[in-house]
C-alpha cells in the first residue's frame, strides 16, 4: 500500500513539474512566482501548490555520469532504482566541459563516447515522465586545448603570462567572456530544449584562492575596482592582497546572480542555478564563496560534502546542516551529495562503502536538517553493493517527512563562526588556528548532550534572544559591528564563553593592543608584540599543564599553595569533578595577562618542563599568575568565561575527556542551567532538538559503535535503555510520543513544563516526536 501511495504522489508532482516546465518561461505572474497550479484533485494534498519544487522534493539521486557511459546507459533500470529509493529529483550530467546532448554552442565538446546520443535529454524526459525533477549538472571551470587556442584570453594565466592548468585541460578565467558569455549560452540552451527545473555546477567558482590571474581581464577589472594592481603575491600584511581576496569574492557573487538570471529569464521563474557549495568553511574560503552572501540569495543550497573524515566524525554532518541552515533559512532545503561508494581515505570512486558507514553519514545529516542525496560514479557497477545502501533509510525518510523538514531547531546555547575569521585570521592556518578550537568546542558539547547551533557573527542580533549562551571559539577577527553586538548581548544578561585570542584582531585580521572585548573578558593583552606564530599554533604539543585553583580568590582565602591538598566542596562548580587532581594536561602556551578587580582565576599556567629523560621531569615553575581560565560577570546576571588557554583546540587535537568534561562545566555554568534536554545512559550520542507547530521532535543519533572514530564503520552497536528528559515549549503537551524509527510504545511522564521518558534501546539512531 506504501509503495502504491508513493506512486501516487509520485506522479501529482509529475502533473505539476510538467505545468510548471510548460508555462514558466512565458507565463509567471506578478510576484515573479511561476504558476504552479495543481490539478484540482490536488487541493488538499501534503504539498501546497504554491511550495516551489526546490521547496518541496526532499530526496534526491545522482549517477555521475562518466565519458564511457553514454553507450551502456540501462535509463530503464535506473529508473525502477529512482522508485526503489525513493527518489524524487535527479541530478544529471548536461554540459560544461563537455556535453552530454547534442550541442550547437560553438567549442561545447561532446562527451568522448556520445557518438551523437542525446543522453542528458533521454534521462531528462525519463525524469519527468516519472515525476521526478531534474538539476541539470554543470562543471564549467576548464576546456580542452582547442578552445584555449581559439580564446587563449578566456583563461586564467599565472605570473609568467602561461596558462593555469589541470592535467591536460585549461582553467577558464572567472573574469572573461567563458564566464559572461559561453557559460550563460549553455544554461539558455539547455534550458530551452529540455526544460529542467533548475541547474547546479561542481566547480563554479573558477581558479581557487592559492592561484593568482595575471589575465587582461582581471588586470583591467582590479584596476577599474581598486586603482591598484593585481598583487605579485600572497602576502596577508598587505592592504592590496586583502582587496584581492574581497575583489574575488564580489566576482562569485556576481558569477551566481548572472547565473541565476539566465536560467530564470530561458526557464521560468523558478528555473533556478544552484551551484555547488562546500561542508567546509575553509573550503569555501579557498573558493572564495562567501557562505552567508550566498545563503541570502540562494533558494536552495547543493551540498557537496560527500563522506566523513576522521577528524570531524559523522557529526560533523549535523553540524555543517545547522550552520547553513543558520545562515539560509530553515524553511529552505541542503540536499546532500552522499557518497555511495568508498570516498576520501583513500578514493575507490566504484567500489562500495559499507552500508553502516552511508547510513550513518544519512542519518546525521537528517539530524542536522539536510536531505539526503545518493551519489555514485558510474552508470554500471562490477559492485553492485552501494545499490542497497540507499534504498532503506530512503524509504524511512519517505515515510516520515513530515517531522524531517520546516522546523526551527531548540537550543539555549549558539556557537559563533564567521567566514571572515577563516579568511583573515587562519588565512594559510584555518584547520589549526579556526577549525580546531570550533570542532572543538562542538565535539565537547556534543559528548555533553548539549543542544546548540551555529550562529555567523553578523546574525548575533538576529538570533541571541533566544540564546542563554553564545561560545566564541577562537574567533579572533571581529569587525566592530560583531563586537558591539555582544556587548549587547551581554548587557541584556547573555552569557558568553570566548577562548583563545577571540577578539585580538581587526577585521582584516591585523592583530589589535588588546581585546575588543577586553571590558568583557576582565582581561587585557600586556605585552603588545605578537607572539611568534609557533606559540600560536603549538604544532607539536607542549609539556604544560593547568593548575586548578582551589577556591575562588575573592580575597578571603587567597590562591593556595600547590602542594597543599585540595578542598573538595570549596571550588567552583565548574572544577566539579576534579577533586582528586589539582592540575590537568594542556599542551599549548601561555602569555602573561592583567586581570581586572572582580574577576576569578580558575587556572593558572604550569610552564613547559622535560619530558624525557624521565628523571627531568619535574615542574621548574609549578605556579604562576599567568591565568588560563577568567570568570567575571555583571549586574544584569552575564556570565563570563574567558579561557586564554585553548582547551577547545587541545579537545579537538588529544581528545582527553579532562578538556571535554572541562568545557561541558563550563558550558553548564555560563548557560546557568538552562539547558532544554537531559540524557542519561551510557554512549556517544549527538541530541538534536526541533520544534514544529504542536510538537518536538528529538533526534537521537547513537555514534558510540566500533569504528566510529575512524572510517570505515562497518557494525552497529546497541546502547539503551536512555532516560530522556526535555523541556516542552509553549504549545506542546507533551502528552504522547511516537518513536520513529522502532516504533515502540513508551509511556510519558509530563511534570512541571518538562517530559520524561525511557527510550529502550537505540542502534543507529532514533527520532521521537512529543505532541
Ligand atoms: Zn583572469
Known amino acids: 500500500m506504501e509503495h502504491e501511495s508513493a506512486h501516487n504522489s509520485r506522479r501529482s508532482f509529475l502533473k505539476k513539474s510538467t505545468m510548471a516546465a510548460t508555462f514558466a518561461a512565458a507565463d509567471f505572474n506578478l510576484f515573479g512566482v511561476a504558476p504552479f497550479a495543481a490539478p484540482a484533485e490536488d487541493a488538499n494534498a501534503a504539498s501546497p501548490a504554491d511550495v516551489p519544487w526546490f521547496r518541496r522534493v526532499t ?37 560544461g566541459i563537455v556535453a552530454y546532448y547534442p550541442t550547437k554552442i560553438p567549442l561545447h565538446r561532446q562527451a568522448q563516447y556520445l557518438n551523437g546520443i542525446d543522453l542528458f535529454g533521454d534521462l531528462c524526459r525519463a525524469a519527468h515522465d516519472d515525476g521526478l525533477a531534474v538539476f541539470a549538472r554543470m562543471d564549467s571551470n576548464r576546456a580542452h586545448e582547442e578552445f584555449y587556442n581559439a580564446h587563449p584570453d578566456w583563461f586564467a594565466i599565472d605570473g609568467d603570462g602561461k596558462p593555469y592548468k589541470a592535467a591536460d585541460l585549461f582553467i577558464t578565467c572567472v573574469n572573461s567572456p567563458y564566464y559572461n558569455e559561453h557559460i550563460p549560452a549553455i544554461l539558455k540552451e539547455i534550458a530551452q530544449l529540455y526544460r529542467p527545473e533548475g541547474f547546479t555546477d561542481n566547480s563554479w567558482s573558477g581558479l581557487g584562492r592559492e592561484s593568482i590571474c595575471y589575465c587582461a581581464n582581471c588586470q583591467k577589472g582590479f584596476l577599474a575596482k581598486t586603482g591598484k594592481e593585481i598583487p605579485r603575491k600572497k602576502n ?90 543558520g545562515i539560509l533559512g530553515w524553511e529552505k532545503l541542503v540536499p546532500e551529495s552522499m557518497a555511495m561508494y568508498q570516498a576520501h581515505r ?21 539530524a542536522g536538517g539536510i536531505q539526503p542525496w545518493w551519489h ?41 563562526w564567521s567566514q571572515e575569521n577563516t579568511d583573515f585570521y587562519g588565512r594559510d592556518q584555518p584547520e589549526q588556528l579556526v577549525e580546531q578550537p570550533y570542532r572543538g568546542m562542538t565535539q565537547a558539547l556534543i559528548r555533553a548532550r548539549l543542544p546548540f547551533v551555529p550562529v555567523h557573527a553578523d546574525d548575533i542580533e538576529r538570533d541571541a534572544a533566544r540564546l542563554s549562551l553564545l561560545i566564541l571559539p577562537n574567533l579572533a577577527v571581529m569587525s566592530e559591528e560583531q563586537v558591539a553586538s555582544i556587548r549587547n548581548f551581554v548587557n541584556r544578561g547573555g552569557s558568553i564563553i570566548a577562548t583563545g585570542e577571540t577578539s585580538l584582531y581587526n577585521k582584516w585580521g591585523v592583530r589589535q593592543h588588546d581585546y575588543a572585548l577586553a571590558d568583557i573578558f576582565g582581561a587585557h593583552v600586556i605585552s603588545e608584540a ?35 591538598p585540595a578542598i573538595s566542596g570549596k571550588r567552583h562548580p565548574i572544577l566539579k569533578g576534579f577533586e582528586e587532581t589539582d592540575i590537568i594536561a594542556y599542551g599549548g602556551l601561555l602569555r602573561r595577562l592583567k586581570t581586572d578587580t572582580g574577576t576569578e582565576v580558575l587556572m593558572t599556567y604550569i610552564p613547559q618542563f622535560p619530558v624525557y629523560p624521565p628523571e627531568t621531569a ?51 555554568w555560563t548557560a546557568k542551567g538552562n539547558i532544554p534536554l537531559e540524557v542519561e545512559g551510557p554512549g556517544l550520542i549527538d541530541c538534536n532538538i526541533y520544534q514544529q507547530p504542536g510538537r518536538l521532535v528529538v533526534h537521537l ?63 543507529d539512531h532514533e527520532v521521537i516526536v512529543i505532541t
Not at 536560467?263 to 552567508?292: E, H, I, L, P
Not at 583513500?346 to 542519518?363: D, G, L, N, Y
Not at 599554533?537 to 577556591?551: K, S
Open 236 to 325: 596577508w600584511d598587505d592592504q592590496t592582497y586583502r582587496d584581492w581576496i574581497r575583489w574575488n569574492y564580489d566576482r562569485r557573487l556576481e558569477i551566481w546572480d548572472l547565473n541565476n538570471k539566465t536560467t530564470k529569464a530561458a526557464g521560468g521563474a523558478n528555473c533556478v542555478w544552484s551551484g555547488m557549495n562546500s561542508g567546509s568553511v575553509s573550503g569555501q574560503s579557498r573558493s572564495f564563496r562567501d557562505y552567508r552572501t550566498i545563503c541570502k540569495r540562494a533558494d536552495i543550497i547543493m551540498l557537496d560534502d560527500q563522506a566523513r573524515r576522521d577528524s570531524e566524525g559523522f557529526q560533523h554532518n549535523a553540524q555543517v546542516g545547522k550552520l547553513i541552515h
Open 701 to 763: 543519533v547513537n555514534l558510540t559503535s566500533a569504528g566510529t572514530w575512524r572510517a570505515p564503520l562497518d557494525e552497529f552497536i546497541s546502547i539503551g535503555p536512555l532516560r530522556v528528559n526535555t523541556r516542552l515549549p509553549a504549545g506542546v503537551k507533551g502528552k504522547s510520543l511516537r518513536l520513529l524509527v522502532s516504533n515502540q510504545k513508551i509511556p510519558v511522564v509530563t511534570k512541571d513544563g518538562w517530559c520524561q521518558f525511557e527510550v529502550p534501546s537505540v542502534l
Open 530 to 564: 605578537p607572539p611568534p606564530m609557533e606559540d600560536r599554533l603549538a604544532g607539536e604539543a607542549y609539556h604544560t599543564y593547568l593548575r586548578l585553583v582551589p577556591e575562588i580568590r575573592d580575597g578571603v582565602d587567597g590562591p593556595r599553595n600547590g602542594t597543599e
Open 618 to 668: 619535574w615542574m621548574r615553575e609549578p605556579k604562576t599568575d599567568i591565568p588560563g581560565l577568567i570568570l567575571s560577570g555583571n549586574v544584569q546576571g552575564s556570565r563570563v568565561a574567558f579561557m586564554p588557554a585553548d582547551i577547545d583546540r587541545q579537545f579537538e587535537r588529544f581528545n582527553l575527556p579532562d578538556h571535554g568534561n572541562l568545557l561541558a562545566n563550563i558550558v553548564r
Open 59 to 95: 530526496r534526491w539521486g545522482q549517477v555521475n555520469i562518466t565519458e564511457k557511459d553514454p553507450a551502456k546507459y540501462d535509463i530503464a533500470w535506473w529508473r525502477k532504482y529512482w522508485k526503489r529509493t525513493q527518489t524524487e529529483g535527479v541530478i544529471i550530467n548536461a554540459g
Open 346 to 366: 583513500p578514493w575507490f570512486r566504484v567500489a562500495s562503502k559499507p552500508e553502516p558507514e552511508a547510513r550513518m553519514w544519512v542519518i546525521e545529516g537528517i
Open 376 to 416: 555514485m560514479v558510474a552508470a554500471s557497477h562490477d559492485d553492485r553493493r552501494m545499490y542497497h545502501s540507499p534504498e532503506k533509510i530512503f524509504n524511512w525518510h519517505k515515510a516520515n517527512e513530515e517531522f524531517l523538514i520546516n522546523r526551527q531547531p531548540v537550543a539555549s546555547v549558539g556557537i559563533v
